[in-house]
């Protein structure tokens, strides 16, 4: 070998295959030069769950070396400010992908004070990511107002699920210049985000977690914590082939509250906030839903929640419906005895809540008639868009007050105290599929729904009914009550009326017999109507007086009964008018 001449040799030492250079120069003086070993790279997160005042879950996924012998150990090193992480939490690895090396961290961090921020980092043994931070949650009856984010369906197009995430940040951040405020303006305001099923396409499809569901919400899922429900698509394997594995990887991921049933931990849970209680639940099984063992638990679960006198809300989270308009196929009828349950206990001990769900690909928002408890289809952060008349026949419920066939997600605002309340929002970003799809408009411009709820709410005054016998309808009669008068000036919401032929009692009338009919309607599901136009939003109802309301096909030398209530938009019924008496001739 020449003294100019560079040779490369390979060297084989304890199983380690390393390239040397040896380099031969003129004065024999040899120079090695080892290639450095690759770092561990962090491919998902750090991401949070399971908040309570004292704990936090901190969850990330690591990709290590081909040459470092997994698992690697890990930790979470925090403290309440970025410059002096004292602590340390060492984490729990799991395998989740043996090709690439790939494991998941899991680490619980105790022993936090409440209502405080804290600092954190995340490690393994030869890489750290940056630091970031999270507040816990504050003790009951704090006092302390707070918002959630209710968005769904994010198993495709991970451009729009970005897209929503950055307007959910851009909402709590404010117009602050500066990252650090921008980011304290977060952490004060937003508590916890819920997803409602179907966050990826095909749950046994490793790659789809970070592609369509984590990486698109980087930014807000480090800072704070997310309780997702599994949907249906969670439990879908590609192209029907038989996973390889029992359970789809959403149960690796995920460090749910762990007081669910004990046959269905992470499919079932709960957890207090402040003064809400959130329930989660798997709706992808009917058996399940109706069986003894979960609704035991849901009865147990909800009795709890009754009773503590510092709970003030109760809201429900599953991926499926238990209606829905644009899509009546996507339902699930298991859901209506847990529906049935959740306005039981509502009316029992006085307090309001609702079910945020997803499943069909649109926003939707209702109330129940004789509960406190609103009905809210989230909206889709990704997936396609259930266009009208695309799932025929469409159904217009009469629990439904608005359908949209559109993206966009929910802000739910709760004040705590005396007068507990809480605000819903929705904004909406149009539908690529078919019109006004706009991610770059204001937020304020894309506000679409609004709802207010306050305990303390005055009910209206008391109506006073009347019955009109009809001069053009043979055996008609319209029940006609006086002016809408709420001693707090809100809207008119909605009427209900009863005939009877049986004075007092109005439980087993019939149907027609029974009619709830509010100010508005949007729904566009019906293209018999000449000029039907999918990409039109309609109110059914624009322009009709919402006091009366007329009964038809009635039996002549009978004497009828009636009498109608008032609700307002805080969702407060006024009492029953006094009963009238009437007969046709």
């Excluded at 009669?477 to 209900?496: A, C, K, N, R």
Aim: charged content about 20%; glycine content about 6%; hydrophobic content about 35%.
């Amino acid at each position: 070998m020449s003294k100019a001449e560079t040779e490369k040799i390979d060297i084989s030492q304890g199983g380690d295959l390393r390239l040397f250079t040896l380099i031969v120069c003129q004065f024999t003086v040899f120079f090695i030069t080892v290639a450095p070993e690759a770092a561990s790279t962090f491919t998902v997160g750090p991401y949070l769950q399971t908040a309570t005042p004292t704990s936090i879950q901190v969850m990330w996924e690591v990709e290590v070396p081909r040459s470092i012998k997994p698992p690697q150990p890990g930790s979470v090193k925090w403290g309440l400010s970025p410059e002096n992480l004292l602590y340390q939490t060492v984490s729990t690895p799991i395998s989740v992908d043996q090709a690439s090396q790939k494991h998941i961290h899991h680490a619980s961090l105790s022993g936090l004070e409440p209502d405080s921020i804290y600092y954190y980092q995340v490690e393994v043994s030869d890489s750290s990511s940056a630091v970031y931070s999270f507040k816990t949650p504050p003790l009951p009856r704090s006092g302390e107002s707070f918002a959630f984010v209710v968005y769904t369906d994010t198993q495709s197009r991970p451009e729009i699920h970005k897209k929503m995430v950055d307007k959910i940040k851009e909402y709590f951040e404010g117009t602050a210049e500066r990252p650090a405020i921008a980011e304290k303006n977060l952490l004060h305001s937003l508590a916890f985000v819920l997803v409602s099923g179907d966050i990826v396409s095909e749950g046994y499809d490793y790659k789809q977690y970070k592609t369509l569901y984590f990486d698109p919400a980087e930014g807000l899922a480090q800072h704070i914590p997310y309780y997702p429900t599994i949907g249906n698509h969670e439990y879908y394997v590609s192209n029907g082939e038989k996973p390889d594995k029992k359970n789809p990887y959403y149960f690796d991921y995920m460090r749910l509250p762990p007081n669910g049933p004990v046959a269905f931990l992470q499919r079932f849970y709960s957890f207090n906030y402040s003064n809400i209680h959130v329930i989660g639940l798997d709706s992808n099984d009917a058996y399940t839903l109706q069986s003894r063992p979960l609704l035991d638990w849901l009865r147990r679960d909800l009795r709890q929640a009754c009773n503590n006198s510092t709970i003030d809300f109760i809201f429900l989270q599953t991926h499926h419906p238990y209606k829905s308009e644009l899509w009546p196929a996507g339902e699930q009828p298991a859901l209506g005895g847990v529906i049935k349950l959740m306005e039981k206990y509502l009316n029992r001990c006085d307090k309001a809540g609702g079910h945020f769900f997803g499943h069909t690909h649109a926003y939707s928002r209702g109330q129940s008639r004789d509960s406190n408890f609103i009905w809210v289809n989230a909206g889709t952060a990704g997936g396609w868009i259930d266009i009208w008349g695309a799932y025929p026949p469409n159904v217009d419920y009469p629990e439904f007050q608005r359908t949209f066939d559109e993206l966009g997600f929910v802000v739910v605002e709760v004040i705590p105290g005396e007068n507990p309340s809480f605000k819903l929002t929705r904004f909406s970003f149009g539908a690529p599929e078919t019109h006004n799809y706009q991610t770059d408009i204001p937020l304020h411009r894309a506000i679409q729904d609004r709802v207010t709820y306050q305990k303390n709410n005055t009910r209206p005054e008391r109506p006073i009914a009347q019955a009109v016998l009809s001069e053009s309808k043979p055996f008609s009669v319209t029940v006609m009550g006086s002016p809408f008068i709420d001693p707090e000036g809100q809207q008119h919401l909605e009427s209900h009326f009863q005939i009877t032929l049986d004075s007092g009692h109005y439980d087993n009338i019939p149907k027609e017999w029974d009619r709830w009919i509010r100010f508005e309607n949007w729904y566009n599901g019906d293209p018999n109507i000449q000029g039907w136009d999918p990409n039109k939003d309609v109110n059914t109802e624009a322009g009709s007086d919402i006091t009366q309301i007329s009964f038809n096909h009635l039996l002549p030398d009978k004497l009828y009964y009636c009498r109608i209530r008032y609700r307002d938009a805080g969702l407060k019924w006024s009492e029953w008018s006094e009963e009238r008496v009437f007969s046709i001739p």
